[in-house]
């Protein structure tokens, strides 16, 4: 097996996160140990009252029997309700603090990062691993150590009563655990390989579904299906070998069980005869042990699939986001989490680049070499290109999501890193392709950048995006609730509370990220208006597919596979007759050619 | 026959067909959990023989015949222990045939519910795919995934778990029970007495705590959103410097779900202690009874044992019974909820099925057409494309242009009064679906690609097409270059974790897909926006070339690529403006040249 470079199962890693728990764990291993340990009596009370009272014919202490006995009953019962409670307790509790400090450090993790991993991988890791790991220090520990002490106490009392009787039994345990876990390691590979088979049946309905129109129209039912059967066949003959092993391991278990029994009558039938009590506290706990072995070869298990779990949760953890800031700025602007805004200065909109190379953290091509570009405070910077031309790189370095791998970017003539990103960011708006709200209300949303908007700041940015009229539509107006990502809302209507959120927090650099590309022709001319409003005065940075826009920015980037082929003003790029020129044309062609359909 | 009655017929139906093939895997497992529970309860018999019998000498009178017989078999010289090793071997047997009835019932129940519902997700994949368009539409994409996959675990979940269970329980209950009346029936009414208690007192624990438990989830639910849409949207995040709000808000739900589980705890523990108390209980009562009757003698020691192993044994079984009888109502629901779907009808030819051979002359006869009550979006269209000639159309959004094509193959069909689609003279209604299909080539302007290689792809409609077929449609469509410059060429998945193509590359693939299948319709609706406008001269000429006997319709709004086709139609608001050649069009005053004179206008305007 790999090394884990974590230590000790990986859990010394995340033992600040843990330490808090110590008491609480300590306790419950406790009682449940405790709790075990009594429980072990049980068998002794039904020994006691055949050993005792059947065979001597006497009731002279039975009402101290019946005493012990319900005390045995209630204590175990009792002890088992604390270790449960306990359990539950750090569960729930290193499920929440996990989940925290992993939450907590991705807000700080660089964009490098959200671009290596996906979505998905990185929400399995704050939402399932931490869930993996609180369920292996309550619950897998909590059984682990109540089935081993039951297993050594079992043993411990067989041992005592009779030596010679308890010695095979107890020879059968090393077996039975050896095949579990050979049956064990095989049903964890094989359980995997079914959750693959799984997520593949989901993306085939989900496929059946989203291209029901494309299936139809290509007359791929059949194809479709076929493929399908296949999946859904593999699906079964997984789960059925999955069955086949799970059979084998309950067997097996069953037939120890049953050897130790068998074992008991033939090797001692003949205590039966005298002390009948003790041979049946010896079939008591013949079969009783089979059961603690198994739960031991599960938590071993567990533990073993879990280490992945800690591994990534640890990796995660331990990545060092690509841009910090530098302790001095952190001393005086303060951290994300702790911002220092008294000692910021007021951001003007200054941009500047400084002979600039970059080539992103994953990447092998460097996309700008020695670039320098002066963006003085109201200007308009339009960056145009194919999809995948490389637009998003420049508003990146301005909003120091990536840092130049050579030269510097200045802000109000400064190099970015002498303040903190935070005070960067906080007089940035900015709109994506992709309108990206928020669960919750239409208010909350537009709040975002800016908690402390007026409410008519508020009806202002609505009026301004030309919003207003679908709001007021909402039967509850700002309090409508817009879903999950925002998709009770239409496209359209996303967008353009994008727009109005960012221009709510009152940017001083304004970056419209594609920000039309996405939405249908009426919400681009509201957007359009808008944006004429809006850049008058602050420094803004346009990315577009759609080139409209362009013709009135200051300055135009054209790019071609992420450099930049070539640059100026939109008369300048016109009267070259260029790559930039070509694209014009035929995107005011369409544009206008739309506009006079309707 | 009112409504429920036919639900329960439909019902009834349904399950039947879902359980072909798996039935008799049901009734094996139940067989073998008969066996398997027996093996269960023979076992402490013969411990029971062996101690009141051979050990403690009781009269061989008592026995049943086969151990008499058994017994019999080892008299002479050191009978006791020759008795004691046979029954030991005896012990052994049962218990062989335990674990071969365990195995078995595992495996046949497994094989039972897993083939039901590989039938199910065959059935529902099957039925989603013939389900018409319309229905598709009106339904929302993330109800029906769900219902595909949670609805369905539900109900895997209570057939291969749920519902063996269940009988395997009432099936060692029951025969438990048989077996200790059999040996004392006081000791069995006092055994038995708190069975009904603890599953009524699960039942009701666990139908109570389901909605804390809904509570739960539906809280995890939120977490798992809060997270999820802070990765998805780390830009707005990080540009607006929200990071401590999301880190708040985060905590906040983490702390609302952590507290709902931490109010549960206590419940939930003392469920399980009060369930231990009972066991313990019922187990005591056992224990000191059972002394009793020993002491007065009304019952053997090995009886007493046999008593004693019974009780453990159904300890277990006995407390899941109440949860699993609570559980229940969930599959119900699951049901329903797929039950809808398998309800409604699939698409069917209404008219005669025929599969005519296709030249291709379309006509459109009187057309009109609404999506269910909403306003007309076709009226009164009418044309007629010559075999092997192109039709252009010219539209803007809402002029009814995607309607048309939609109608023509069928993805929305014609009623009575909404006029008639005519293929070489045969009304569409007559033609088989799949026929009509197959015979139309369709390309969208946002196509859809499925998670496949580039190659089967363009080869999806038939897995018979050779490399080299694929090779020439691709470059007919300006593909093959850009696909030979990827890393693995044509096998380069499309999707997620493999590249991600753009729209022009997208729209080439989708124009390959349908160039390859060589039907003598074809529809470009507005499929060439993404590309420039050279690969979309390019792509026409090749077009042209190699498809030249084929209909072909053409919507675009490019005068360019409008002007090739034989006849232009304006579409405007559902209805036909304009219709001509282009010669004739560009100088008949309408939209049409207005279009005209901005595109052709164009180099100069922008220049200046």
């Known amino acids: 097996m790999k090394k884990n470079p974590y230590g000790l199962f990986g859990l010394r890693r995340l033992l600040p996160q843990l330490r808090s728990y110590r008491t609480p764990l300590v306790l419950m291993l406790l009682t449940s140990a405790l709790g075990s340990i009594v429980d072990i009596g049980v068998p002794l009370f039904q020994r006691y009252a055949l050993n005792h009272f059947v065979a001597l014919g006497t009731l002279d202490s039975f009402p101290l029997f019946l005493i012990l006995y319900l005390a045995v009953i209630l204590g175990s019962a009792g002890l088992n309700y604390i270790s449960c409670i306990y359990g539950m307790k750090i569960e729930v509790g290193v499920d929440m603090d996990l989940r925290n400090a992993a939450f907590s450090h991705l807000q700080t993790l660089s964009f490098s990062y959200y671009n290596q991993n996906s979505v998905g991988y990185i929400h399995a890791r704050v939402m399932s691993d931490t869930s993996r790991i609180g369920e292996l220090c309550s619950w897998t520990l909590l059984n682990a150590v109540w089935q081993g002490c039951y297993l050594i106490g079992a043993i411990l009392v067989m041992l005592l009563t009779n030596a010679r009787l308890a010695l095979p039994v107890i020879a059968i345990l090393p077996v039975t655990a050896l095949i579990f876990s050979l049956f064990q390691r095989r049903l964890t590979q094989v359980n995997r390989e079914i959750?693959?088979?799984?997520?593949?049946?989901?993306?085939?309905?989900?496929?059946?579904?989203?291209?029901?129109?494309?299936?139809?129209?290509?007359?791929?039912?059949?194809?479709?299906?076929?493929?399908?059967?296949?999946?859904?066949?593999?699906?079964?003959?997984?789960?059925?070998?999955?069955?086949?092993?799970?059979?084998?391991?309950?067997?097996?278990?069953?037939?120890?069980?049953?050897?130790?029994?068998?074992?008991?009558?033939?090797?001692?039938?003949?205590?039966?005869?005298?002390?009948?009590?003790?041979?049946?506290?010896?079939?008591?706990?013949?079969?009783?042990?089979?059961?603690?072995?198994?739960?031991?070869?599960?938590?071993?298990?567990?533990?073993?699939?879990?280490?992945?779990?800690?591994?990534?949760?640890?990796?995660?953890?331990?990545?060092?986001?690509?841009?910090?800031?530098?302790?001095?700025?952190?001393?005086?602007?303060?951290?994300?989490?702790?911002?220092?805004?008294?000692?910021?200065?007021?951001?003007?909109?200054?941009?500047?680049?400084?002979?600039?190379?970059?080539?992103?953290?994953?990447?092998?091509?460097?996309?700008?070499?020695?670039?320098?570009?002066?963006?003085?405070?109201?200007?308009?910077?339009?960056?145009?290109?194919?999809?995948?031309?490389?637009?998003?790189?420049?508003?990146?370095?301005?909003?120091?999501?990536?840092?130049?791998?050579?030269?510097?970017?200045?802000?109000?003539?400064?190099?970015?890193?002498?303040?903190?990103?935070?005070?960067?960011?906080?007089?940035?708006g900015y709109v994506l392709q992709a309108p990206q709200l928020f669960s919750g209300t239409i208010r909350e949303n537009l709040l975002y950048g800016n908690p402390e908007a007026t409410p008519e700041q508020i009806d202002r940015a609505l009026e301004l995006v030309s919003a207003r009229d679908f709001v007021d539509r909402l039967e509850q107006g700002l309090d409508t609730d817009v879903g999950e990502g925002g998709d009770l809302l239409s496209t359209g209507e996303k967008q353009l509370l994008c727009f109005a959120r960012a221009i709510l927090c009152d940017p001083r650099i304004l970056i419209l990220d594609e920000a039309t590309a996405s939405v249908d022709t009426i919400t681009e001319q509201k957007i359009q208006s808008a944006i004429d409003t809006v850049i008058r005065g602050i420094t803004s940075v346009v990315i577009a597919h759609r080139l409209s826009t362009v013709r009135n920015a200051d300055w135009i980037l054209h790019m071609e596979d992420g450099r930049i082929v070539e640059q100026g003003t939109h008369e300048q790029l016109m009267a070259a007759r260029g790559g930039y020129w070509r694209l014009y044309t035929r995107q005011y062609e369409d544009e206008i050619t739309l506009d006079a359909l309707g | 026959m009112n409504r429920s009655t036919a639900d329960t017929l439909f019902n009834r139906r349904m399950l039947r067909d879902f359980l072909r093939g798996s039935r008799l895997f049901f009734l094996l497992s139940m067989l073998a959990s008969v066996l398997s529970a027996l093996a269960d309860l023979v076992a402490p018999q013969i411990v029971r023989i062996a101690v009141d019998h051979v050990i403690g000498g009781a009269p061989a009178e008592q026995l049943p015949a086969w151990a008499a017989r058994l017994l019999a078999a080892a008299q002479g010289q050191g009978t006791m222990q020759r008795q004691i090793a046979l029954l030991t071997a005896a012990l052994l047997l049962v218990a062989l045939g335990k674990v071969l009835a365990q195995y078995g019932y595992e495996v046949s129940k497994t094989r039972a519910a897993e083939t039901l519902v590989k039938t199910m997700r065959d059935r529902l994949f099957s039925h989603l795919e013939r389900l018409p368009y319309a229905w598709h539409m009106h339904n929302s994409t993330g109800d029906i995934i769900q219902r595909c996959t949670s609805d369905i675990e539900t109900l895997k979940n209570f057939l291969a778990e749920q519902m063996t269970n269940l009988i395997r329980i009432v099936i060692l209950l029951l025969l438990s029970l048989s077996f200790m009346l059999g040996m004392d029936p006081r000791l069995t009414l006092i055994a038995m007495l708190p069975v009904p208690v603890i599953i009524l007192y699960s039942f009701f624990f666990h139908?109570?705590?389901?909605?804390?438990?809904?509570?739960?989830?539906?809280?995890?639910?939120?977490?798992?959103?809060?997270?999820?849409?802070?990765?998805?949207?780390?830009?707005?995040?990080?540009?607006?410097?929200?990071?401590?709000?999301?880190?708040?808000?985060?905590?906040?739900?983490?702390?609302?779900?952590?507290?709902?589980?931490?109010?549960?705890?206590?419940?939930?523990?003392?469920?399980?202690?009060?369930?231990?108390?009972?066991?313990?209980?019922?187990?005591?009562?056992?224990?000191?009874?059972?002394?009793?009757?020993?002491?007065?003698?009304?019952?053997?020691?090995?009886?007493?044992?046999?008593?004693?192993?019974?009780?453990?044994?159904?300890?277990?079984?006995?407390?899941?019974?109440?949860?699993?009888?609570?559980?229940?109502?969930?599959?119900?629901?699951?049901?329903?909820?797929?039950?809808?779907?398998?309800?409604?009808?699939?698409?069917?030819?209404?008219?005669?099925?025929?599969?005519?051979?296709?030249?291709?002359?379309?006509?459109?006869?009187?057309?009109?057409?609404?999506?269910?009550?909403?306003?007309e979006v076709l009226h009164d269209v009418s044309f007629r494309i010559p075999a092997g000639t192109t039709l252009g159309i010219l539209g803007g959004t809402g002029s009814g242009k995607s309607t048309l094509v939609m109608l023509l193959d069928k993805l929305y069909e014609l009623s009575e009064g909404q006029g008639q689609i005519r293929i070489d003279g045969v009304n569409i209604r007559d033609i088989r679906t799949d026929h009509l299909r197959r015979s139309i080539g369709m390309v969208l302007q946002e196509p859809f690609l499925f998670s496949?290689?580039?190659?089967?792809?363009?080869?999806?409609?038939?897995?018979?097409?050779?490399?080299?077929?694929?090779?020439?449609?691709?470059?007919?469509?300006?593909?093959?270059?850009?696909?030979?410059?990827?890393?693995?060429?044509?096998?380069?998945?499309?999707?997620?974790?493999?590249?991600?193509?753009?729209?022009?590359?997208?729209?080439?693939?989708?124009?390959?897909?349908?160039?390859?299948?060589?039907?003598?319709?074809?529809?470009?609706?507005?499929?060439?926006?993404?590309?420039?406008?050279?690969?979309?001269?390019?792509?026409?000429?090749?077009?042209?070339?190699?498809?030249?006997?084929?209909?072909?319709?053409?919507?675009?709004?490019?005068?360019?690529?409008?002007?090739?086709?034989?006849?232009?139609?304006?579409?405007?608001?559902?209805?036909?403006?304009?219709?001509?050649?282009?010669?004739?069009?560009?100088?008949?005053?309408?939209?049409?040249?207005?279009?005209?004179?901005i595109q052709s206008g164009l180099g100069e305007e922008a220049a200046e």
């Not at chain 2, 939120?222 to 999820?228: D, G, H, V």
Request: glycine share 8%; charged share 25%.
């Open chain 1, 195 to 428: 959750r693959e088979v799984n997520s593949r049946i989901t993306g085939n309905f989900n496929e059946g579904i989203t291209g029901a129109r494309t299936i139809k129209s290509l007359v791929i039912e059949d194809r479709m299906e076929k493929d399908f059967t296949a999946d859904t066949e593999d699906m079964r003959r997984k789960s059925i070998r999955a069955a086949r092993l799970r059979g084998l391991f309950s067997s097996t278990m069953h037939f120890a069980s049953s050897m130790a029994l068998a074992l008991v009558l033939w090797k001692g039938g003949y205590i039966a005869a005298s002390q009948i009590g003790t041979f049946s506290m010896f079939m008591s706990y013949a079969q009783g042990m089979m059961e603690p072995v198994r739960w031991i070869v599960d938590a071993v298990g567990g533990l073993i699939t879990t280490q992945v779990n800690i591994e990534r949760l640890c990796t995660l953890l331990d990545t060092k986001p690509e841009v910090l800031d530098r302790p001095e700025v952190l001393e005086r602007y303060g951290d994300t989490f702790h911002p220092k805004r008294e000692n910021w200065e007021t951001l003007i909109g200054d941009i500047e680049f400084q002979d600039v190379s970059f080539r992103y953290p994953d990447g092998e091509e460097t996309v700008l070499e020695h670039f320098s570009l002066k963006i003085p405070f109201g200007t308009c910077l339009a960056i145009v290109g194919e999809t995948g031309a490389g637009k998003s790189t420049l508003a990146n370095l301005i909003c120091r999501f990536y840092e130049p791998t050579d030269g510097r970017v200045l802000i109000d003539g400064r190099d970015a890193r002498e303040r903190s990103q935070l005070w960067l960011h906080s007089s940035i």
């Open chain 2, 452 to 597: 496949r290689t580039i190659a089967e792809n363009i080869a999806i409609h038939d897995g018979e097409v050779s490399r080299g077929q694929i090779r020439e449609a691709a470059r007919a469509a300006c593909l093959d270059e850009t696909v030979m410059g990827f890393a693995k060429g044509y096998d380069t998945l499309v999707g997620e974790r493999g590249l991600t193509l753009s729209g022009g590359q997208k729209q080439r693939t989708a124009i390959a897909r349908t160039l390859v299948q060589r039907t003598p319709i074809l529809i470009f609706d507005d499929s060439l926006s993404a590309v420039d406008t050279e690969t979309d001269a390019k792509i026409r000429s090749s077009l042209e070339a190699r498809f030249g006997s084929a209909t072909v319709i053409l919507i675009s709004h490019r005068i360019t690529t409008l002007s090739k086709a034989d006849r232009i139609l304006v579409l405007d608001h559902g209805q036909i403006a304009e219709q001509g050649s282009h010669e004739e069009l560009k100088t008949a005053g309408g939209l049409y040249q207005r279009i005209c004179a």
């Open chain 2, 207 to 375: 139908r109570r705590i389901g909605e804390a438990f809904l509570d739960c989830d539906e809280n995890e639910g939120l977490l798992s959103a809060i997270a999820q849409e802070n990765l998805t949207g780390v830009r707005i995040v990080r540009a607006f410097g929200r990071e401590r709000y999301e880190q708040d808000r985060f905590e906040a739900q983490n702390s609302l779900y952590t507290d709902k589980w931490m109010k549960l705890a206590r419940p939930l523990a003392a469920f399980w202690s009060i369930g231990d108390v009972l066991s313990g209980l019922q187990i005591l009562l056992t224990v000191v009874f059972g002394a009793l009757f020993c002491l007065r003698g009304r019952m053997r020691p090995g009886t007493y044992l046999a008593f004693l192993s019974y009780c453990a044994m159904m300890t277990w079984p006995v407390r899941m019974l109440g949860r699993m009888i609570a559980d229940m109502s969930k599959a119900g629901i699951s049901l329903d909820r797929i039950r809808a779907i398998m309800q409604a009808p699939e698409e069917e030819d209404a008219g005669q099925r025929l599969t005519p051979q296709i030249r291709g002359e379309i006509v459109f006869d009187h057309v009109s057409f609404a999506y269910e009550d909403n306003a």
